[in-house]
């Protein structure tokens, strides 16, 4: 599981719920970080929309083009139906509002790995 947020106690608090269910996480302080340091099994990758340099729906393109393969859910405090159609457009796996319920961000983290073959 990769978990790219710029906001550290955002990053922090996410990176706590996933281990507290028993996924292995790696953080990223945003998306040039998770792109530069290589991702060879990043697993479910959960990424902020907004972020400074590449942004979350620019990072879904990016490993869409590249794989096709990475799973993304992305995160944003700003959701409405244009931000949702441009995320689906790009490839994103889904889109959930911040904050998100913890029930519904590890429903879709669960779904999202199973519809790829993933574990924790």
């Known amino acids: 599981m990769s978990v790219i947020d710029d906001d550290e106690p955002v990053r922090n608090a996410l990176v706590m719920a996933l281990q507290a269910f028993g996924y292995t996480t790696a953080t990223y302080v945003d998306a040039d970080d998770f792109l530069a340091r290589g991702r060879e099994g ?14 979350g729906i620019e990072l879904t393109r990016i490993l869409r083009t590249e794989d096709g393969n990475t799973p993304v859910i992305l995160l944003t405090g700003h959701a409405d139906a ?33 519809f790829y073959g993933l574990s924790s």
């Open 42 to 55: 990043c697993g479910v990758v959960v990424s902020d929309v907004r972020m400074p340099g590449t942004n």
């Open 82 to 114: 244009a931000l949702l159609a441009e995320a689906m457009s790009a490839g994103a796996d889904a889109l959930l509002s911040k904050p998100v319920a913890l029930k519904d961000m590890m429903a879709e983290i669960t779904r999202t790995a199973a």
